[in-house]
């Protein structure tokens, strides 16, 4: 029988990464490809311990359901880190959502009419742009250079699409490029946002994965309108299987948050909630940080000095200062797929860069994640990599 | 600063029952309101068993990533429980979500354009109809009697409405009325749902909750063609606060869900998935669903004996086989926000029925719970809602 979809139903594909990572999982291959976190970094000792004491201490409630806002102690938790990063937020401005994606989509549902323009960099994050998908926008790229999103551009963009529904911008360690914004162009970024009256998607994943002692506030910090909303998540700095993020964002927009959270799916996990807090109540959430960003250090430092050495010299490559990718580019005409073919006989893998661009395109560039594999490995498959394209 | 929404926001309202449940969450109220499972029925130290053992023999994986479609070993165990209960279908079929309020989103989401017709029970879940309602639908409901859904209006319906993109029913123990469809009109509905092409989607969060040895079959079980779409949920018969429940669909049509899932929120919370699983192979599962179902059983007997001697005879209500609630009918021309007001003063909450009805009216009925207070509660509750209802 034929089933008559809703129209929106031909924007949701799959992503082509996930479908690529089912051909890169296959044993023995070294993979650059997902950006799944390094196992080694999951606390799993302490959470047996914190598991114990939650359903001891208050089992009734941490397997009933509960608010559609989250667990108050962990939204207070997480408005004190905001607030330590220079972000003045309350506890009611957050709402707990299932990872940062669930805020994309949430995003998408409560700004997007069909044919409405989003604006976003170019690249940009492959998750946000299917979440935004399905409510059938048009994409609006913003060219990149190392210093993030290039501020003419944006407003070129904004003088052309004035009822655009939001920016949305990885402004720190993104994904894919590994690139961060500077101060300079956050600034401008809030000013053009408060200007044009289009709110800021921030979606930071990777701010707290910084390998420098420069501190680079989030754009949130330089926000005095209530324009910008931000995307958080305990996916990188603790466990993406548990599947706990937020958005923090003005009463009156959290508010927004909060309903489509309700029709959506009701609530996050209570019991995971309840223990993500115990966690950081039992134990030193800033030193298991500290321990998680040392791993990533290490790990893009082996990547990028093999890189050097390995890698021919027209090919370039980003220098991220966080998070867990680097970016490489091809000479003009090659295309990643192919490289890809031709480094999977070598058994390592990675994701091609077209998929990151709206608009497609691009066929030149790659991205490389050096947070799942062991240094060994990560030497290894830089060295195979650097002979496949050596041989072009 | 005036932030444009898409045009679904003005659709999305805040859940009338959750807003209602601050109100009757005061210390001292006897709230039959909400649709709260019994705590007492929670399996804590069996789940401190199973946390730490999950963490002990599968950490790593646990607190990572995994696939859209969920942890493979739970999806087989609810194939094989589907099976025992009449329906055909295998692991492939099967998408875990957060509790079948993600079900009812994505079936929103893959099924309504603006302006689609909806067929439902009247009354119906008020959760899926704020689900569906953020996809701007336009709802047709369908009167009911004792027996479920009358199949000629609903033919009528059909008829009426070609196009309509589903017909959304909760056969068993319906939330709110309690009431369920007999097996002619099951029978029936497939039949005509198959004539006129138009998928139906079951929710059966109560099915296993029966008091009853008179065995129901669900919808699914007499679907020859693919066109029911089941909706599966641990949070009755286990614990809500895990939201883990399930879409069980044909190949194609769970092949669109997952889709669905995959930009939402990616997936569900992978320790809970393992752990859920995890109960079932170190206790009892059918014993746990046995003890919970005799709970139950014994607050209705409780709720409804008391209603017999309090109530004045001038009013209806139904007599439920299983599940949670119970529906009382006033006369015409009461309206039920009144006796809560009233019997507020007695410290007692419920329902008033009118947001279960889509399209507004019938002012006169409330749904009570009998699930979440304990027998002597219920007893004081009914008794002191009887003096409110004699005083009329």
Redesign the interface.
Known sequence: ?????????DS????AI?ELLKLTQQPGVISFA?G??A?ES?P??E??QV??KV??EQ????????T?EGYKPLRELIAKRMNNSGIDIKPDQILI???S??GL?FSG?????EG?VVICESPSYV?AL??F???MPKFVEISMDDEGMIMEDLEKALVENP?A?FIYVVPTFQNPTGRTMSIERRKKLVQLA?EY?I?IIEDNPYGELNFEDTDIPPIKHFDT???VIYLGTF?KTF?????IGWVAASP??VR?YV??K???????????QIELYKFTEMFDFDAHVERVRNIYKSRRDAMLNTMEKEFPSNIKYTHPNGGMFTWVELPEGIDAADILKKSLEYKVAFVPGSSFYPNGGHENNFRLNYGTMTEDLIVEGIKRLGEVLRAL
Chains 1, 2 share one sequence.
């Open positions: 029988m034929e089933i008559r979809y809703a129209d929106r139903v949701i594909k799959p992503s996930r997902g799944l976190p196992p999951f799993i000792e959470m047996k598991s114990v359903l001891e089992g009734a409630s941490a397997l009933q359901y509960s559609t959502t299932n990872g994606q669930q989509d549902k409560l700004f997007i009419n409405d998750g299917n979440a998908r399905a409510y009822k529904k408060t009256k709110p309108e209530g324009i996916s466990c993406p299987g548990l599947r009156e927009i927004k309903l489509a309700q029709g959506a799916d009701l609530q996050v996990n209570t019991m995971t």
